[in-house]
């Protein structure tokens, strides 16, 4: 299993951290604020706890004086490169409310080595007219990465990140942001700005599909941009969002020789198989033409209820008239979710419509 993101707060990290402190602020205390770090607590502390820990322990050291500790933080920061760095945006959302200029001016700086996208949304809970016309600023920038941090910054459900439940029910401020990235030069702020529209179509899915129509077809980045924009959408099985990249009801689809193995053990492979058929004649021979295919299984929880979970096998336009599909899932044990031992289900799904389904049980 993959060591802990957490784990990226060591000793070495901390101490690297004073070192470069203590050259722009000899007053600096480093024994201590390393002994305050690693405190009594450090080990049942997760990622984020660990870095709003180490931005508490520097404010412990720094002046009081929240501009002066920007000062000294501002050339600091140059030397480090990384997610595990974002304590120095932390920093000022602990403690730079109170000072919107110089907080915007900070988290301006630190994003270009860290991403702001987290400290950002706290200024805007506290005022978003204001914090977003300074992200309208930023989507203007020439540097990529204030450019993304428009974007990224105001997705109303940012993984990790406090939601911004006023952009869930109104997302037209995001919007003003998005438009301005839509033809974006940089491949990292086009993905952003996707995320940000998929984010937006879990609670305004109307929302995304006019502006879908509306983009969809004027370059080939933008196309890239929608569908990943919309695929939240597509696994949803969402017809008139099927229908905008040519996935049409399957009814001419037929599905046979399903196979599924009946049991799987926690950490082995579940293997299945089927045979995709045309039923109907296109022009002057069968084809399967534009398929999404995708599979769903119905997790059991642990009150032995089912979440299903969607997995897109493949799409394409298929010349041929049959197409046999092999696939498996691997129950390996993984973070992002917990596995429960009985009866599960698996559904093949056609463009958005289910065809068939079987069951199988997972032994734990």
């Given at each position: 299993?993959?060591?802990?993101?957490?784990?990226?707060?060591?000793?070495?990290?901390?101490?690297?951290?004073?070192?470069?402190?203590?050259?722009?602020?000899?007053?600096?205390?480093?024994?201590?604020?390393?002994?305050?770090?690693?405190?009594?607590?450090?080990?049942?502390?997760?990622?984020?706890?660990?870095?709003?820990?180490?931005?508490?322990?520097?404010?412990?050291?720094?002046?009081?004086?929240?501009?002066?500790?920007?000062?000294?933080?501002?050339?600091?920061?140059?030397?480090?490169?990384?997610?595990?760095?974002?304590?120095?945006?932390?920093?000022?959302?602990?403690?730079?409310?109170?000072?919107?200029?110089?907080?915007?001016?900070?988290?301006?700086?630190?994003?270009?080595?860290?991403?702001?996208?987290?400290?950002?949304?706290?200024?805007?809970?506290?005022?978003?007219?204001?914090?977003?016309?300074?992200?309208?600023?930023?989507?203007?920038?020439?540097?990529?990465?204030?450019?993304r941090l428009a974007?990224e910054g105001c997705?109303?459900?940012?993984?990790?990140?406090?939601?911004?439940?006023?952009?869930?029910?109104?997302?037209?401020?995001?919007?003003?942001?998005?438009?301005?990235?839509?033809?974006?030069?940089?491949?990292?702020?086009?993905?952003?700005?996707?995320?940000?529209?998929?984010?937006?179509?879990?609670?305004?899915?109307?929302?995304?599909?006019?502006?879908?129509?509306?983009?969809?077809?004027?370059?080939?980045?933008?196309?890239?941009?929608?569908?990943?924009?919309?695929?939240?959408?597509?696994?949803?099985?969402?017809?008139?969002?099927?229908?905008?990249?040519?996935?049409?009801?399957?009814?001419?689809?037929?599905?046979?020789?399903?196979?599924?193995?009946?049991?799987?053990?926690?950490?082995?492979?579940?293997?299945?198989?089927?045979?995709?058929?045309?039923?109907?004649?296109?022009?002057?021979?069968?084809?399967?033409?534009?398929?999404?295919?995708?599979?769903?299984?119905?997790?059991?929880?642990?009150?032995?209820?089912?979440?299903?979970?969607?997995?897109?096998?493949?799409?394409?336009?298929?010349?041929?008239?049959?197409?046999?599909?092999?696939?498996?899932?691997?129950?390996?044990?993984?973070?992002?979710?917990?596995?429960?031992?009985?009866?599960?289900?698996?559904?093949?799904?056609?463009?958005?419509?289910?065809?068939?389904?079987?069951?199988?049980?997972?032994?734990?």
């Amino acid at each position: 299993m993959a060591e802990p993101l957490k784990n990226l707060y060591n000793k070495k990290l901390t101490s690297n951290l004073s070192n470069e402190i203590v050259k722009h602020y000899p007053a600096f205390d480093q024994g201590t604020f390393e002994r305050s770090v690693f405190d009594d607590n450090w080990k049942e502390r997760e990622l984020k706890q660990r870095m709003r820990h180490i931005a508490v322990c520097l404010h412990q050291q720094l002046p009081e004086n929240y501009e002066r500790a920007i000062d000294i933080l501002i050339p600091v920061a140059e030397k480090f490169n990384g997610f595990e760095y974002m304590f120095f945006q932390d920093y000022v959302e602990c403690y730079g409310l109170g000072d919107f200029d110089t907080s915007m001016s900070a988290l301006e700086h630190f994003t270009k080595y860290a991403s702001s996208e987290f400290a950002i949304r706290a200024f805007i809970l506290q005022d978003a007219a204001r914090t977003m016309k300074q992200m309208l600023n930023w989507a203007r920038s020439g540097n990529h990465h204030l450019r993304r941090l428009a974007s990224e910054g105001c997705r109303p459900r940012l993984p990790w990140a406090m939601a911004l439940p006023a952009f869930k029910t109104d997302p037209r401020p995001v919007l003003k942001v998005l438009k301005s990235l839509m033809k974006d030069d940089s491949e990292y702020v086009r993905r952003s700005v996707a995320n940000n529209l998929n984010d937006i179509s879990k609670d305004n899915p109307d929302i995304v599909i006019q502006w879908a129509q509306r983009w969809l077809g004027k370059n080939r980045e933008t196309d890239r941009i929608i569908k990943h924009a919309c695929r939240t959408l597509l696994k949803a099985g969402d017809q008139q969002v099927l229908a905008l990249f040519g996935f049409t009801e399957p009814g001419h689809i037929e599905i046979s020789q399903f196979k599924l193995q009946p049991t799987v053990s926690l950490g082995e492979k579940l293997n299945f198989s089927f045979k995709l058929s045309s039923n109907e004649t296109q022009g002057s021979k069968d084809k399967i033409g534009m398929c999404r295919i995708e599979f769903a299984i119905d997790f059991v929880r642990s009150n032995n209820s089912l979440s299903r979970k969607v997995f897109k096998i493949a799409e394409a336009d298929y010349p041929e008239s049959k197409k046999v599909v092999n696939r498996y899932f691997s129950f390996k044990e993984i973070t992002t979710r917990r596995y429960y031992a009985g009866k599960h289900r698996l559904s093949i799904i056609i463009n958005g419509v289910e065809k068939l389904s079987g069951t199988f049980v997972l032994s734990v």
